[in-house]
């Protein structure tokens, strides 16, 4: 394995696979595909198994391990791990039709969100979920819609490194004083 970060972003041009990516849908295990299964709209379901199966490959080149032997297992919270492999660390994330993949030797978190997302309830959102920190960062915004984005991304970036994801009180993890691995 790498001692680097490494960082791969995947667009795809249509909601569907790619031709020859349906072929290898068989790398995952039953449990990835039924959580796929689960998004209500086909284009989160393509996205949530291009991202799965981005990371499989990646992982196979990174830990020069062939993609159908790789082995994962779940943190406390769910996050997810590849056996084996204790000092490999990863994260991914989707929206639309963008994955994200990130490893390091240390415990690391990505978020991605598309910047035009419907966030019509951005302050709703923000008065449950952030800071103090972070809501006198949105207030102090001249584009609050972009700033909450941000702040969100970062947050549950954040999240991820930490393994705990939507376990604990959003409010109590603070991205605007965390120097952690987040993306």
């Not at 970060?5 to 995947?10: F, N």
């Not at 196979?60 to 919270?77: M, Q």
């Not at 909450?148 to 947050?155: A, D, E, N, S, Y």
Request: include cysteine.
């Amino acid at each position: 394995m790498k001692d680097e970060l490494i960082l791969y972003l995947l667009r795809t041009a249509e909601d569907n696979i790619p031709p020859g990516l349906a072929d290898c849908i068989w790398m995952l295990s039953k449990e990835r595909r039924r959580r796929a299964e689960r998004f209500r709209h086909e284009k989160d379901r393509i996205s949530s198994l291009m991202t799965a199966l981005l990371a499989r490959c990646i992982i196979s080149d990174e830990l020069g391990v062939p993609a159908p032997e790789i082995l994962f297992g779940r943190g406390r919270y769910g996050k997810p791990f590849v056996k084996g492999a204790e000092d490999f660390h990863f994260s991914v994330s989707h929206t639309g039709r963008t994955s994200v993949f990130i490893s390091d030797g240390m415990p690391i978190g990505v978020d991605a969100e598309e910047a035009d997302r419907d966030v019509s309830d951005f302050e709703g959102m923000a008065e449950r979920s952030f800071s103090e920190a972070e809501l006198a960062a949105l207030e102090e915004s001249s584009d609050k819609r972009q700033e909450f984005l941000r702040i969100w991304t970062h947050k549950e970036a954040l999240v991820k490194m930490k393994g705990t994801g939507l376990n604990v009180p959003l409010k109590n993890e603070d991205s605007k004083s965390a120097s952690e691995n987040i993306f």
